[in-house]
């Protein structure tokens, strides 16, 4: 075994070149034992193992940076950079985490788990190293899916005076580098070969070797090829951003890899090296279903079968609402940034292409796309993960809620996304919606209430976002349905109540239940409607003795402290404590929700305490 003695980089570097397939096929095998048990981005890396040799052999981390985008393919970087032992644990409560995180490890030299920021980042370690006066290389890992996000352009135009920052670009989807002519075929062919690499090598070696001019001719000949390259091919699109170009490569050849990195390492501005691998590789149900096995729970390795848990999900249901209600009425498009699956709208898709609208990893300009469609009578549905519209708040403000244009967004992963972690836990929606004027704002707590949701989504005249979480039905059989909310009391004219909304609903049922049960009379209430506040919760909670508020979101602009206000406006809480829980001030790590929520103070038990008043 080779891999469970790598403790460090320098390990990497000292195993036999002829070895390297057989690291690269233990690698394979350690990805597939603890991603099927503990779930986790399996095809994306599987397809970079020999790049991250390849890297880890030719450059010095960490005082060499490796910064990848997104940071769903930094697996095998983490198992060889000290955490090999830990890597059980992957996106365990208080094991290490599913992306790279600099807290972690020195290594880890930026944090990631959002697309397109990579070269970003690289280009200002890369001009920091530069105004320090090091000789540091900045190296990016940057997926072909990331360049349908507009701020990689915006880090491209920035980068032909960066110094020694080299970008990885691992294509297994597409090729950015056109075919221009028979001859320019040709000559990225032989260019992309291991025969190409030994040749510049050894021509190198032979001008440097001659004493006082050797430097003189390596550069000489250096300005001839480019320039003979210039007479039989026009510029790529790298070339026109002023960027060396080296591809497209065979990224799953290691030897070839390391030569090509070399090579680039001898560029003192900015290259790209453009390789192509297999999504998956080595693992047959993943090279055929990459798609599948981008992002799972956990699976059997023998046949191949995901484990999913059989439960239907609220992003399911959503897709099978819109099916419903665009067969009805033709003017409802769908639109997502990429994730057409993980929203629920593959079946919208294969049924409605015509009103179909993928637009990549681009946000922004899928909500400002949306505002174009609503000026035109279509109503226009974004489905998108909440820590992802995050990069939408712009939009949400300038284009859609301050012309007032019809759009519906619907809020996926909305609360705490368990193992994915704190890039991916969707708790400021509720803070940042809530203060834009002119949008109706709606929290579902079951099946039912988000059918209903959408049908008011449909017939408003404002801009309206619905969030769920990500999670299966919520129970709420024992809830009396109001006018934007949903309540029940647990003994006789009870005058504690308990508030929240979404996800967290069963579990302030079951807490009202437990005071109950110890003889405290308790009012549950759950808010469907969060934007404007509905006016009949105001009556529930009249002349309550103490008033708690859950909320699986961040208490800073929550919409506790919003209720909590409005309360007091009306002069409310003159006798009535208001006890707040939420996320305070902190980004949750990774972990299952229930113990992220126990943390958090979140539990069943913490919130009856909070009203029983015993010490939490």
């Given at each position: 075994?080779?891999?469970?003695?790598?403790?460090?980089?320098e390990?990497?570097?000292n195993?036999?070149?002829?070895?390297?397939?057989?690291?690269?096929?233990?690698?394979?095998?350690?990805?597939?034992?603890?991603?099927?048990?503990?779930?986790?981005?399996?095809?994306?890396?599987?397809?970079?193992v020999?790049?991250?040799?390849?890297?880890?052999?030719?450059?010095?981390?960490?005082?060499?940076?490796?910064?990848?985008?997104?940071?769903?393919?930094?697996?095998?970087?983490?198992?060889?950079?000290?955490?090999?032992?830990?890597?059980?644990?992957?996106?365990?409560?208080?094991?290490?985490?599913?992306?790279?995180?600099?807290?972690?490890s020195?290594?880890?030299?930026?944090?990631?788990?959002?697309?397109?920021?990579?070269?970003?980042?690289?280009?200002?370690?890369?001009?920091?190293?530069?105004?320090?006066?090091?000789?540091?290389y900045?190296?990016?890992?940057?997926?072909?899916?990331a360049?349908?996000?507009?701020?990689?352009?915006?880090?491209?135009?920035?980068?032909?005076?960066?110094?020694?920052?080299?970008?990885?670009?691992?294509?297994?989807?597409?090729?950015i580098?056109?075919?221009?002519?028979?001859?320019?075929?040709?000559?990225?062919?032989?260019?992309?070969?291991?025969k190409?690499?030994?040749?510049?090598?050894?021509?190198?070696?032979?001008?440097?070797?001659?004493?006082?001019?050797?430097t003189?001719?390596?550069?000489?000949?250096?300005?001839?090829?480019?320039?003979?390259?210039?007479?039989?091919?026009?510029?790529?699109?790298?070339?026109?951003?002023?960027?060396?170009?080296?591809?497209?490569?065979?990224?799953?050849?290691?030897?070839?890899?390391?030569?090509?990195?070399?090579?680039?390492k001898?560029d003192?501005?900015?290259?790209?090296?453009?390789?192509?691998?297999?999504?998956?590789?080595?693992?047959?149900?993943?090279?055929?279903?990459?798609?599948?096995?981008?992002?799972v729970?956990?699976?059997?390795?023998?046949?191949?079968e995901?484990k999913?848990?059989?439960?239907?999900?609220?992003?399911?249901?959503?897709?099978?609402?819109?099916c419903?209600?665009?067969?009805?009425?033709?003017?409802?498009?769908?639109?997502?940034?990429?994730?057409?699956?993980?929203?629920?709208?593959?079946?919208?898709?294969?049924?409605?292409?015509?009103?179909?609208?993928?637009?990549?990893?681009?946000?922004?300009?899928?909500?400002?796309?949306?505002?174009?469609l609503?000026?035109?009578?279509?109503?226009?549905?974004?489905?998108?993960?909440?820590?992802?519209?995050?990069?939408?708040?712009?939009?949400?403000?300038?284009?859609?809620?301050?012309?007032?244009?019809?759009?519906?967004?619907?809020?996926?992963?909305?609360?705490?996304?368990?193992?994915?972690?704190?890039?991916?836990?969707?708790?400021?929606?509720?803070?940042?919606?809530?203060?834009?004027?002119?949008?109706?704002?709606?929290?579902?707590?079951?099946?039912?209430?988000?059918?209903?949701c959408?049908?008011?989504?449909?017939?408003?005249?404002?801009?309206?976002?619905?969030?769920?979480?990500?999670?299966?039905?919520?129970?709420t059989?024992?809830?009396?349905?109001?006018?934007?909310?949903?309540?029940?009391?647990?003994?006789?004219?009870?005058?504690?109540?308990?508030?929240?909304?979404?996800?967290?609903?069963?579990?302030?049922?079951?807490?009202?239940k437990?005071?109950?049960?110890k003889?405290?009379?308790?009012?549950?209430?759950?808010?469907?409607?969060?934007?404007?506040?509905?006016?009949?919760?105001?009556?529930?909670?009249?002349?309550?003795?103490?008033?708690?508020?859950?909320?699986?979101?961040?208490?800073?602009?929550?919409i506790?402290?919003?209720?909590?206000?409005?309360?007091?406006?009306?002069?409310?809480?003159?006798?009535t404590?208001?006890?707040?829980?939420?996320i305070?001030?902190?980004?949750?790590?990774?972990?299952?929700?229930?113990?992220?929520?126990?943390?958090?103070?979140?539990?069943?038990?913490?919130?009856?305490?909070?009203?029983?008043?015993?010490?939490?």
């Open positions: 075994m080779f891999l469970e003695k790598i403790k460090s980089p390990d990497l570097k195993i036999p070149a002829a070895d390297l397939d057989t690291l690269a096929k233990e690698v394979r095998q350690k990805l597939l034992e603890t991603v099927s048990q503990t779930g986790g981005h399996l095809a994306a890396n599987l397809c970079v020999e790049l991250t040799i390849a890297l880890h052999r030719t450059f010095n981390s960490p005082r060499d940076k490796i910064v990848f985008d997104v940071g769903h393919q930094a697996y095998v970087h983490k198992l060889f950079t000290g955490r090999y032992e830990q890597f059980d644990t992957l996106r365990q409560w208080g094991g290490i985490s599913g992306f790279p995180k600099r807290s972690e020195d290594h880890d030299a930026f944090g990631v788990g959002h697309s397109s920021t990579s070269i970003s980042a690289a280009a200002g370690i890369a001009a920091a190293n530069s105004i320090k006066g090091e000789t540091n900045t190296v990016v890992v940057v997926g072909d899916g360049f349908t996000g507009g701020m990689i352009y915006e880090a491209l135009n920035n980068c032909s005076d960066k110094e020694r920052l080299i970008i990885v670009l691992n294509d297994n989807d597409m090729s580098s056109p075919n221009v002519g028979g001859l320019s075929k040709s000559f990225s062919k032989f260019r992309s070969s291991v190409y690499f030994r040749f510049k090598s050894g021509i190198k070696r032979f001008f440097k070797a001659i004493p006082l001019i050797g003189g001719l390596t550069r000489l000949a250096r300005w001839i090829k480019n320039r003979f390259k210039k007479m039989l091919m026009r510029p790529n699109f790298f070339e026109q951003f002023g960027l060396n170009y080296y591809g497209p490569l065979n990224g799953n050849n290691e030897r070839l890899l390391e030569m090509a990195l070399r090579e680039a001898d003192k501005y900015c290259s790209v090296v453009h390789i192509c691998t297999t999504k998956g590789k080595g693992y047959e149900p993943a090279e055929k279903r990459p798609d599948l096995f981008h992002g729970s956990g699976f059997d390795i023998k046949t191949g995901l999913n848990g059989g439960e239907e999900s609220f992003s399911e249901r959503f897709g099978k609402i819109i419903d209600r665009a067969e009805k009425d033709s003017r409802i498009t769908a639109i997502t940034a990429a994730m057409p699956d993980g929203t629920g709208l593959a079946d919208f898709a294969s049924r409605y292409p015509n009103r179909f609208f993928d637009v990549g990893i681009a946000e922004e300009h899928a909500l400002t796309f949306a505002c174009g609503a000026t035109e009578g279509i109503v226009p549905v974004f489905a998108v993960y909440s820590t992802f519209m995050q990069r939408a708040f712009d939009q949400l403000i300038h284009d859609a809620a301050l012309q007032n244009l019809h759009i519906i967004v619907m809020l996926d992963r909305a609360g705490l996304v368990a193992n994915d972690g704190a890039t991916h836990h969707g708790i400021f929606d509720a803070a940042y919606v809530t203060e834009i004027p002119n949008v109706l704002f709606f929290a579902p707590n079951s099946f039912k209430e988000l059918e209903e959408f049908d008011k989504a449909l017939n408003a005249d404002c801009p309206v976002v619905i969030r769920y979480p990500k999670s299966g039905d919520i129970k059989d024992c809830l009396t349905l109001g006018d934007g909310f949903d309540y029940a009391d647990f003994g006789e004219s009870p005058k504690n109540a308990i508030v929240t909304y979404s996800r967290l609903t069963d579990t302030v049922v079951n807490s009202a437990e005071c109950f049960e003889g405290v009379a308790a009012r549950a209430i759950s808010l469907t409607q969060l934007s404007p506040l509905p006016q009949g919760v105001f009556e529930l909670l009249a002349g309550m003795d103490k008033i708690v508020f859950a909320e699986e979101g961040i208490k800073n602009g929550g506790a402290q919003q209720l909590c206000a409005a309360l007091a406006e009306r002069d409310m809480l003159k006798n404590e208001f006890v707040i829980k939420a305070d001030n902190c980004f949750p790590q990774h972990g299952s929700n229930n113990l992220i929520l126990k943390d958090l103070g979140l539990s069943q038990a913490d919130i009856a305490r909070a009203v029983l008043g015993e010490q939490l």
